[in-house]
């Protein structure tokens, strides 16, 4: 299914140019009829509907050749909807929102659909694939090494990059010197031509491949060990970094009883397709499951289970309280400085908003991870400068106000500009008519330029409460959530919903997809709730202004 | 007259005598003023002392955290900004920044301003419902579908690796998939302030609909434009979570995970490199900031306006 999708996409930026060029040259404007057709833009719709039908041929090919046919179909029937879109005179609207939308289809609609799904099973670590993987993975891994097991010469290969990309094992049989390469996908046998084999029985080159030096694939050690290559009787492992073997599995399924069978110890795990494992009689479980439909559980479990609402709530409070702290801190204080900098008689407000704005314009992934280390008890600028000895990141509020005033610090350049622009649409006269009725400069910004700055900035501070409720990136490139309770390492005091459920989802103590999505569907609820509420209140406030 | 208590410009506010007037008013004028520059100052200081200090990390020639401090005491040099260039593969994500941030802020502001067009000009059903799934959409926590767009990339990587993972195109196509959003709406509520009539003569003139928005709408529009292609240049550079993700090659990377990667093990020792690099990194935005800027107040503003 993901595959078809990306079949349309590099089609679809064609023909959203396609009229840039077909408007430009100037066309008789003695056609007086309704929608006349210009040469010029006939052939160049007729020029980028080709460029079209050759990117989707392009994509078709490798489509073809992994016989994937219904994403061929979505292809095909994407195209030829594209054609009759621009060559037809019908659907005008259509013809400007189709563009947008198949991107925002396949790359927003699409995944944020499948992780929702995700939520009502319970995908995760150890419930990846299927039952058929869970067997594989099963019989694989218990494999050891068995008297007369055939021992081969390793080298530790990659297709990507030396330090990151997926291990690969170049096998070299010691009686036929034969070299196959292997992977959690099995074993394939490579041609003698390309690869040089060293007198020891050892590949030292592989076409396609980079082979790993000594040091690179002892800092990947661990994923060596871990790789198993599933063979017909069994897998191949490692035994060090130059030596793998082809073991025999001691644990194997049993269709008959639906159960996984211990050849050693008689041991047996019956299937559980509630929970997608493994159970054994005495309720051990084996490590490698398999998906599941698991209902609302996930759900149950964020609203019972009192290890998670507790936190949940707690976290809930705070990132209400870290949304609305940051959206009205910034927009306070941007607007005092848009009131101070607002004067006719002022001079060189255009050098201040310069230099104002700069934190703006900074990148703020990088000065968020400056400001952790200005924050940095030992050597931080913060500490040094006042000469303290905090450990900002250590205590609650202390981080928490730490957070907030790094907040202030990116986004306030933004509020002040918006409050600036917003104040100069306001109309001298109305200020001058309180003026002129003898208002005081106080009662004129409460009752005439506050109301009406409100009403010109809330759809923004709306949209900034929506982004701060979300802001991922605040919380995980400074305190990365700490500090953190001693009795419980899940959740921190600045731990946003959002973070908590990226460590939730990505983090040390094992993957939880499904719960993870669970949590983001409640996150979406109030965020869309919240703001369903707001933008209600503010587009009656609207009315008055236009 | 009581309520101007909490206002900085009632500390002059006395009762005035009519002939006192005028010299009390220009000494109120001056207060006025010089508190207004007293306020820009102390502002311009809160938003430059991080900046600074980031400027005095690049020209550290020890290049630590731990020596570095408000003001570079240990010397300047140029240190850093060499072993940034000749250590790390700077360059190469520098190039990556601009090439996925410029072109997918120019593609995305097009396709933003298409759709807008057709929602703000032309009636048709599922207007409504469109405008309101678009809002929608955009409160999902995006990137928790990560694990989705990692399984949808995986296979395109088998099948078209030029649009894969470790290519900017891969992740182009997926940064467009926001094109339409909060964009969207606000140059919606550009087009709006537009005159109708202005469309309405050209179309009675004889021009397509595709003049009447290359030619009439889009050059009234610039200002919008401006804003949304700056404010999605500067999203792009520091999106970081799927990026990271997404480009695991020295070589691919952008700014955002390769910098992070900079400082994400050796915290104090390369903070001098990372400073030199953030330094860069704001060059470019700083620069289309300079040359959007006439646009960008009254833009930002406008669209915020009708939201």
């Given at each position: 299914m993901s595959t078809s999708l990306s079949g349309p996409e590099p089609a679809t930026q064609a023909p959203g140019r396609e009229p840039v060029r077909s408007g430009l040259p100037r066309k008789s404007r003695t056609a007086r009829n309704h929608a006349p057709i210009t040469a010029t833009g006939l052939v160049v719709k007729v020029v980028l509907l080709g460029l079209v039908a050759g990117i989707a041929i392009w994509a078709a090919f490798p489509l073809i050749e992994a016989e994937l046919w219904v994403g061929l179909a979505i292809l095909a029937v994407t195209t030829a909807g594209l054609c009759y879109l621009y060559l037809t005179r019908r659907h005008i609207p259509a013809k400007y929102l189709v563009p947008g939308t198949l991107f925002l289809i396949a790359f927003q609609v699409f995944p944020v659909l499948y992780t929702a799904s995700t939520a009502f099973t319970n995908f995760g670590d150890g419930h990846r694939g299927s039952k058929d993987d869970a067997i594989v993975a099963i019989q694989s891994s218990s494999v050891k090494q068995v008297p007369g097991s055939t021992e081969y010469s390793l080298s530790i290969a990659t297709k990507g990059d030396p330090t990151a990309g997926p291990l690969v094992f170049l096998l070299t049989d010691p009686r036929t010197r034969e070299v196959s390469a292997g992977d959690a996908a099995g074993v394939r046998r490579l041609d003698a031509g390309q690869?040089?084999?060293?007198?020891?029985?050892?590949?030292?080159?592989?076409?396609?491949?980079?082979?790993?030096?000594?040091?690179?694939?002892?800092?990947?050690?661990?994923?060596?060990?871990?790789?198993?290559?599933?063979?017909?009787?069994?897998?191949?492992?490692?035994?060090?970094?130059?030596?793998?073997?082809?073991?025999?599995?001691?644990?194997?399924?049993?269709?008959?009883?639906?159960?996984?069978?211990?050849?050693?110890?008689?041991?047996?795990?019956?299937?559980?397709?509630?929970?997608?494992?493994?159970?054994?009689?005495?309720?051990?479980?084996?490590?490698?499951?398999?998906?599941?439909?698991?209902?609302?559980?996930?759900?149950?479990?964020?609203?019972?289970?009192?290890?998670?609402?507790?936190?949940?709530?707690?976290?809930?409070?705070?990132?209400?309280?870290?949304?609305?702290?940051?959206?009205?801190?910034?927009?306070?204080?941007?607007?005092?400085?848009?009131?101070?900098?607002?004067?006719?008689?002022?001079?060189?407000?255009?050098?201040?908003?310069?230099?104002?704005?700069?934190?703006?314009?900074?990148?703020?992934?990088?000065?968020?991870?400056?400001?952790?280390?200005?924050?940095?008890?030992?050597?931080?600028?913060?500490?040094?400068?006042?000469?303290?000895?905090?450990?900002?990141?250590?205590?609650?509020?202390?981080?928490?106000?730490?957070?907030?005033?790094?907040?202030?610090?990116?986004?306030?350049?933004?509020?002040?500009?918006?409050?600036?622009?917003?104040?100069?649409?306001?109309?001298?006269?109305?200020?001058?008519?309180?003026?002129?009725?003898?208002?005081?400069?106080?009662?004129?910004?409460?009752?005439?330029?506050?109301?009406?700055?409100?009403?010109?900035?809330?759809?923004?501070?709306?949209?900034?409460?929506?982004?701060?409720?979300?802001?991922?990136?605040?919380?995980?490139?400074?305190?990365?959530?700490?500090?953190?309770?001693?009795?419980?390492?899940?959740?921190?005091?600045?731990?946003?919903?959002?973070?908590?459920?990226?460590?939730?989802?990505?983090?040390?103590?094992?993957?939880?997809?499904?719960?993870?999505?669970?949590?983001?569907?409640?996150?979406?609820?109030?965020?869309?709730?919240?703001?369903?509420?707001?933008?209600?209140?503010?587009?009656?406030?609207?009315?008055?202004?236009? | 007259m009581t309520s101007l208590t909490g206002t900085p410009v009632a500390t002059g506010g006395a009762p005035a005598a009519n002939r006192n007037a005028k010299g009390r008013r220009k000494s109120r004028w001056f207060r006025q003023v010089g508190w207004r520059h007293l306020v820009a100052v102390l502002a311009v200081a809160f938003s430059l002392f991080p900046i600074l200090f980031v400027l005095s990390a690049a020209l550290n020639p020890r290049g630590t955290l731990s020596s570095t401090d408000l003001v570079p005491t240990g010397g300047v040099s140029l240190e850093n900004f060499a072993n940034l260039f000749d250590r790390t593969a700077f360059a190469h994500w520098f190039v990556n920044s601009l090439l996925i941030a410029g072109l997918a802020a120019f593609l995305s502001i097009f396709l933003s301003a298409m759709a807008a067009y057709a929602f703000s000009r032309m009636r048709f059903s599922g207007r409504r419902v469109g405008l309101l799934s678009l809002l929608l959409i955009q409160m999902f926590p995006q990137f928790l579908a990560i694990v989705a767009i990692f399984l949808i990339f995986t296979t395109m990587t088998d099948l078209w690796p030029t649009i894969g993972f470790n290519t900017p195109w891969g992740l182009m196509l997926l940064y467009l998939g926001g094109a339409l959003g909060v964009?969207?709406?606000?140059?919606?509520?550009?087009?709006?302030?537009?005159?109708?009539?202005?469309?309405?003569?050209?179309?009675?003139?004889?021009?397509?609909?595709?003049?009447?928005?290359?030619?009439?709408?889009?050059?009234?529009?610039?200002p919008i434009l401006a804003v949304t292609a700056l404010l999605s240049f500067i999203g792009t550079i520091n999106e970081f979570l799927i990026a990271n993700v997404f480009l695991t090659n020295t070589e691919s990377k952008t700014l955002a995970v390769g910098m992070f990667g900079l400082v994400a093990g050796e915290r104090n020792n390369n903070f001098g490199m990372f400073a030199a690099g953030t330094l860069l990194t704001a060059v470019p935005t700083v620069l289309v900031f300079q040359l959007l800027q006439r646009y960008i107040v009254s833009g930002l503003t406008a669209g915020a306006v009708k939201g």
């Amino acid at each position: 299914m993901s595959t078809s999708l990306s079949g349309p996409e590099p089609a679809t930026q064609a023909p959203g140019r396609e009229p840039v060029r077909s408007g430009l040259p100037r066309k008789s404007r003695t056609a007086r009829n309704h929608a006349p057709i210009t040469a010029t833009g006939l052939v160049v719709k007729v020029v980028l509907l080709g460029l079209v039908a050759g990117i989707a041929i392009w994509a078709a090919f490798p489509l073809i050749e992994a016989e994937l046919w219904v994403g061929l179909a979505i292809l095909a029937v994407t195209t030829a909807g594209l054609c009759y879109l621009y060559l037809t005179r019908r659907h005008i609207p259509a013809k400007y929102l189709v563009p947008g939308t198949l991107f925002l289809i396949a790359f927003q609609v699409f995944p944020v659909l499948y992780t929702a799904s995700t939520a009502f099973t319970n995908f995760g670590d150890g419930h990846r694939g299927s039952k058929d993987d869970a067997i594989v993975a099963i019989q694989s891994s218990s494999v050891k090494q068995v008297p007369g097991s055939t021992e081969y010469s390793l080298s530790i290969a990659t297709k990507g990059d030396p330090t990151a990309g997926p291990l690969v094992f170049l096998l070299t049989d010691p009686r036929t010197r034969e070299v196959s390469a292997g992977d959690a996908a099995g074993v394939r046998r490579l041609d003698a031509g390309q690869i040089t084999v060293s007198p020891t029985g050892k590949v030292t080159a592989a076409d396609g491949y980079t082979i790993l030096n000594f040091g690179q694939a002892s800092a990947r050690s661990p994923e060596i060990t871990d790789l198993v290559v599933p063979t017909s009787g069994g897998a191949i492992r490692s035994n060090g970094l130059s030596r793998a073997y082809e073991g025999k599995a001691i644990r194997a399924y049993d269709a008959g009883c639906d159960c996984v069978k211990d050849s050693e110890t008689g041991k047996t795990w019956t299937a559980d397709e509630a929970t997608g494992s493994f159970v054994a009689a005495d309720g051990e479980r084996l490590a490698q499951g398999w998906q599941v439909n698991v209902g609302l559980r996930n759900f149950n479990r964020v609203l019972t289970d009192p290890n998670i609402s507790g936190p949940f709530f707690g976290t809930l409070v705070w990132n209400f309280a870290f949304a609305i702290g940051s959206t009205g801190l910034t927009f306070l204080l941007g607007m005092a400085i848009a009131l101070a900098l607002h004067s006719p008689r002022m001079k060189g407000t255009n050098l201040y908003r310069v230099l104002l704005i700069l934190p703006y314009a900074m990148p703020s992934f990088a000065m968020l991870l400056v400001w952790r280390d200005m924050f940095n008890t030992d050597f931080g600028l913060v500490n040094n400068l006042f000469g303290l000895g905090v450990d900002w990141f250590g205590e609650t509020w202390s981080a928490r106000a730490a957070v907030l005033l790094v907040q202030l610090w990116l986004g306030y350049p933004y509020m002040f500009l918006v409050a600036t622009g917003a104040l100069q649409a306001i109309p001298r006269e109305l200020t001058e008519a309180t003026s002129v009725d003898g208002a005081s400069p106080w009662q004129t910004f409460r009752a005439v330029t506050l109301p009406l700055l409100l009403v010109a900035l809330s759809p923004l501070l709306i949209a900034s409460f929506a982004y701060n409720f979300n802001n991922f990136n605040a919380i995980y490139l400074t305190t990365e959530g700490g500090p953190f309770p001693a009795d419980n390492p899940t959740v921190g005091a600045t731990d946003l919903l959002i973070t908590y459920t990226y460590r939730l989802a990505f983090g040390a103590q094992g993957a939880q997809f499904g719960f993870a999505a669970a949590i983001s569907i409640f996150i979406f609820a109030i965020v869309a709730t919240v703001s369903a509420i707001s933008f209600r209140r503010t587009r009656k406030q609207e009315e008055v202004y236009s | 007259m009581t309520s101007l208590t909490g206002t900085p410009v009632a500390t002059g506010g006395a009762p005035a005598a009519n002939r006192n007037a005028k010299g009390r008013r220009k000494s109120r004028w001056f207060r006025q003023v010089g508190w207004r520059h007293l306020v820009a100052v102390l502002a311009v200081a809160f938003s430059l002392f991080p900046i600074l200090f980031v400027l005095s990390a690049a020209l550290n020639p020890r290049g630590t955290l731990s020596s570095t401090d408000l003001v570079p005491t240990g010397g300047v040099s140029l240190e850093n900004f060499a072993n940034l260039f000749d250590r790390t593969a700077f360059a190469h994500w520098f190039v990556n920044s601009l090439l996925i941030a410029g072109l997918a802020a120019f593609l995305s502001i097009f396709l933003s301003a298409m759709a807008a067009y057709a929602f703000s000009r032309m009636r048709f059903s599922g207007r409504r419902v469109g405008l309101l799934s678009l809002l929608l959409i955009q409160m999902f926590p995006q990137f928790l579908a990560i694990v989705a767009i990692f399984l949808i990339f995986t296979t395109m990587t088998d099948l078209w690796p030029t649009i894969g993972f470790n290519t900017p195109w891969g992740l182009m196509l997926l940064y467009l998939g926001g094109a339409l959003g909060v964009n969207t709406w606000l140059m919606k509520g550009f087009y709006d302030t537009l005159p109708r009539e202005l469309d309405e003569s050209a179309t009675m003139d004889g021009a397509t609909h595709a003049q009447v928005f290359f030619r009439i709408m889009l050059p009234l529009v610039a200002p919008i434009l401006a804003v949304t292609a700056l404010l999605s240049f500067i999203g792009t550079i520091n999106e970081f979570l799927i990026a990271n993700v997404f480009l695991t090659n020295t070589e691919s990377k952008t700014l955002a995970v390769g910098m992070f990667g900079l400082v994400a093990g050796e915290r104090n020792n390369n903070f001098g490199m990372f400073a030199a690099g953030t330094l860069l990194t704001a060059v470019p935005t700083v620069l289309v900031f300079q040359l959007l800027q006439r646009y960008i107040v009254s833009g930002l503003t406008a669209g915020a306006v009708k939201g």
